[in-house]
């Protein structure tokens, strides 16, 4: 029960800033929200001091934009994020801008356009309707009807951008800057405070729920690496939580998720039906964390680089000892298993991993990804390269360009392995921080290169996935054994 409200502790922490659900407001707000994510006018007021002159503006505004049923904020905060429908994110800086524009209109489909009340009258027509919708559908309704093609409800997209892009104002620039800002800020090369941020944000819910034991291989092996249950969920509002300002940043246009995990996972001796020799073994051994992920994949440059920061403990609170022998009470031909009681202690889990992907053969249905990884912290510190195949039917691996649109159906066969230099593992040695411990393995009784791989296959519809597969790891202490378990992963579409 401590560890779950532990757990339950972390899990607020991760998630503190999680976003809300934005309304379009009829009145002027005192405050304007991070996020904007609807169609909206939103003054600049010069370092946030209502004078004569901006009070005018103010008035001017709000009515102009009442008149069109347009929500209508005044701007008290630094900074600003717009988000577009299609996912892309745009960051403003207000202090910049002040002085320069006076507000800011923002149609939720195009990039918000900067501008001076002077300009505000002419603009709107352009940016929230626009004008030449009927004439052109007047001018091509013969060709349409003669091709049976049918008629669009709106402008396209591209259509839509260029009349965005006629809307004139006597100062306005645009830069392009760079592409994720989200963990660190940047200045902008000709107006400060424009900063457009080209990354597309992986909009889709989903719900992951993962268990691997080694139970499910076709020999039952009841050793080492015992059991494992990890809940993810991948979201987008996950990325205003200030832990995403600690993952790694990239300054290319890239396609990005933000995923949350619980992890659980023990590991035993090699023989469980009897007490530890506590020598030439594996100790007991048991963890739970909380691990944020943020994966950018750049289809340009066919790189995917993730970023995670994990943080739980260690020891008898995870609670592996408690699931474990109530898994083997539930089945009378289980033996209960002995020497938990000498699982290693209770220590902090503090870790970091990069991961960093390039394609180096894509085909229609068949890619192959190089990669290498870090980790770093109070579990495990190695590195390590591999290889991953993937052939099959599947969605884009560097995720949607512009006019993509998710595949209903996925099937595909998959292989992963991968050599890691071992520097230091607390599930053999110990935490970091507590030493108090019945049995570990000293440094140089530990294996510091270890080989794993992983084969399975993936099957996804609509909203509905699931993957089966086979993980295989060479042994991880000197006198080990080979070992290997079965994993079963299901993934549901919110």
């Not at 001018?139 to 049976?148: G, M, P, Q, S």
Request: charged residues 20%.
């Amino acid at each position: 029960m401590k560890g779950f409200c532990a757990l339950f502790c972390l899990v607020l922490l991760f998630t503190s800033c999680h976003r809300q659900q934005v309304k379009e407001p009829d009145l002027i707000r005192k405050q304007l929200p991070e996020v904007i994510d609807f169609p909206a006018g939103v003054m600049i007021t010069p370092g946030k001091q209502i004078t004569t002159a901006s009070h005018r503006n103010t008035g001017i505004a709000q009515k102009l934009l009442t008149q069109r049923q347009i929500p209508f904020l005044d701007s008290t905060a630094n900074e600003v994020v717009f988000v577009k429908t299609n996912g892309d994110r745009v960051s403003l800086s207000m202090d910049a801008l002040a002085g320069k524009y006076e507000i800011i209109l923002f149609n939720g489909i195009n990039n918000p356009v900067p501008m001076r009340i002077a300009d505000l009258s002419h603009a709107l027509s352009q940016v929230f309707s626009f004008g030449e919708t009927e004439r052109i559908r007047s001018k091509n309704r013969r060709i349409i009807e003669k091709n049976r093609i049918p008629l669009p409800d709106s402008l396209p997209a591209e259509l839509s951008r260029e009349r965005v892009g006629q809307v004139r104002n006597h100062d306005r620039r645009i830069v392009v800057a760079t592409a994720d800002t989200s963990s660190q800020k940047f200045i902008a090369r000709i107006i400060p405070g424009i900063q457009w941020i080209q990354q597309r944000v992986d909009t889709r819910k989903i719900v992951s729920v993962d268990f691997a034991n080694d139970i499910i291989t076709y020999n039952n092996t009841d050793r080492y690496f015992t059991n494992g249950i990890t809940i993810g969920l991948q979201a987008a509002w996950l990325g205003l939580s200030p832990v995403q300002k600690l993952m790694l940043p990239y300054r290319h246009k890239a396609f990005v998720a933000y995923k949350l995990s619980i992890v659980q996972d023990m590991y035993t001796p090699t023989d469980t039906r009897m007490a530890p020799s506590l020598s030439n073994d594996r100790p007991y051994a048991s963890y739970l964390y909380l691990g944020f992920r943020k994966t950018l994949a750049d289809p340009l440059r066919r790189l995917k680089i993730a970023s995670q920061l994990d943080l739980g403990y260690l020891g008898p609170y995870s609670p592996g000892s408690y699931l474990q022998t109530m898994v083997h009470k539930t089945f009378p031909t289980n033996d209960m298993p002995l020497g938990w009681e000498t699982q290693i202690n209770t220590d902090i889990i503090l870790n970091y991993t990069v991961h960093v992907q390039k394609a180096i053969l894509m085909k229609e249905n068949i890619t192959l990804l190089a990669g290498g990884e870090v980790k770093a912290g109070t579990l495990y510190t190695n590195a390590g390269a591999g290889l991953q195949l993937q052939a099959g039917k599947a969605e884009p691996v560097f995720g949607l360009s512009e006019n993509e649109q998710w595949t209903k159906t996925e099937y595909y066969f998959f292989a992963r392995t991968n050599v890691h230099f071992v520097a230091y593992n607390a599930l053999l040695q110990g935490g970091m921080f507590n030493h108090n411990n019945v049995f570990t393995l000293q440094g140089t009784e530990i294996q510091h290169v270890v080989g794993d791989a992983e084969a399975g296959i993936h099957f996804r519809y609509k909203n509905f996935g699931i993957e089966l597969a086979q993980h295989y790891i060479s042994p991880e202490y000197k006198g080990g054994l080979w070992h290997k378990w079965g994993r079963i992963s299901l993934m549901f579409g919110l």
